[in-house]
């Protein structure tokens, strides 16, 4: 186990999360999709050697009750600021609480492992020095879907549209080294209609990890072979 790695998880408020998504999934369905996949996101880490804690950063008070995940502990402090602004005082109270490190992980990652998690944190290094980040690029190559870094924090979070190449300019701009890695277990994410799209085919070929997401997708039977034929 890496010592004080704490992990922590950002779950958007459950009311509107994956619009992008309406076009093929119901509000229900998006809700349903984002609980199996957190679920699942949290399950890994918990099961990860490398991480000591895992802490759910979320306005939605009944989440925990719903991914009902065991040595899973939420952020006690305000979550309604913003994801950079929540994930920095959560950041911020994880120091407080013995933290050393964090690792920021979304929680639409349906192909993550305990064992890519410890890939992620041992590679290259056990730990990352002081002032150092390590960031797990998405399959765009354009997002961040993890992050780790030292604390405090050595720059500010920029998380959003873009992030990897604002992470990397703010690493270089403070001379701190930024450590990238493409791994597809880390990489895939669901945004967009062809992330969906790709998410069901995985499950049709059978390499989706077991867990939440790929029950649900078993649960909706033909649809999801429907859905796929009618957006390939």
Not at 128 to 143: E, N
Request: charged share 20%; glycine share 8%.
């Amino acid at each position: 186990m890496t010592d004080g790695l704490w992990a922590l998880v950002p779950v958007k408020e459950l009311g509107g999360v994956k619009t992008r998504l309406s076009g093929i999934l119901s509000a229900s369905q998006r809700r349903d999709l984002v609980v199996a996949m957190a679920t699942d996101v949290l399950r890994a880490l918990v099961r990860a050697r490398q991480v000591e804690r895992v802490v759910l950063v979320s306005g939605t008070p009944d989440l925990a009750a719903l991914t009902a995940v065991a040595d899973v502990v939420r952020y006690p402090g305000s979550c309604h600021r913003g994801l950079n602004e929540d994930l920095t005082a959560a950041s911020v109270w994880a120091e407080r609480h013995g933290a050393r490190q964090v690792l920021i992980v979304h929680a639409d990652l349906p192909l993550l492992t305990s064992a890519a998690i410890d890939r992620f944190v041992t590679a290259p290094n056990d730990a990352v020095p002081a002032g150092a980040l390590r960031a797990a690029m998405c399959s765009k190559g354009t997002g961040t879907n993890l992050l780790l870094a030292a604390l405090p924090l050595p720059l500010p979070l920029t998380f959003g549209p873009d992030s990897l190449s604002r992470f990397r300019d703010l690493a270089a701009k403070r001379g701190l080294r930024f450590d990238i890695r493409d791994d597809p277990a880390l990489a895939t994410d669901i945004d967009l209609g062809c992330d969906y799209e790709a998410l069901v085919r995985i499950f049709r070929s059978g390499a989706l990890p077991s867990g939440r997401t790929a029950e649900l997708l078993a649960a909706h039977g033909s649809d999801a072979t429907l859905l796929a034929e009618a957006l390939s």
